[in-house]
């Protein structure tokens, strides 16, 4: 088995060109076929709304699914990096939601990244989560 990929290692990836292979999981299953297939990283995108749960779109899905799913995947892929897709409303109310949200999914689901969608009026939270 590979050692898991870290960010620098993607960064040096990039630089020689290298593809980044990258699938959506939402359960242990699904993380260990990635895993053993030797892809390079996995999102737990807030898109399992409607691939898992039936929503309509994404804005129904709350901290503790994502946290909950994060942490299958984990299990089912621990060599791997994982990226956990923060919800709706769980980054845009106050840096400080921000932080306790994005602290969730590392410790909690053993997460090595967040994600958020980029809006002009909430990088006041992105900027503190990326320097946290």
């Known amino acids: 088995m590979a050692k898991k990929k870290m960010i620098h290692d993607f960064v040096q990836m990039k630089d020689k060109g290298d593809k980044i292979t990258f699938l959506t999981a939402y359960d242990y299953p699904t993380a260990q076929f990635a895993e053993a297939a030797g892809l390079d990283m996995l999102l737990v995108g807030d898109s399992l709304g409607m691939c898992v749960y039936g929503y309509s779109g994404t804005v ?7 946290i909950y799913h994060c942490d299958a995947v984990r299990r089912g892929a621990p ?23 994005g602290g969730r999914f ?18 006041h939270c992105r900027t503190g989560l990326s320097s946290a």
């Open 60 to 66: 129904p899905v709350v901290m503790d699914q994502c």
């Open 79 to 101: 060599n791997t990096f994982i990226i956990g897709d923060m919800p709706f409303m769980s980054y845009q109310v106050s840096l400080t939601e921000a932080l306790t949200n």
């Open 106 to 123: 590392l410790k909690e689901a053993g997460c090595d990244a967040v994600y958020t969608v980029h809006v002009s009026r909430e990088v």
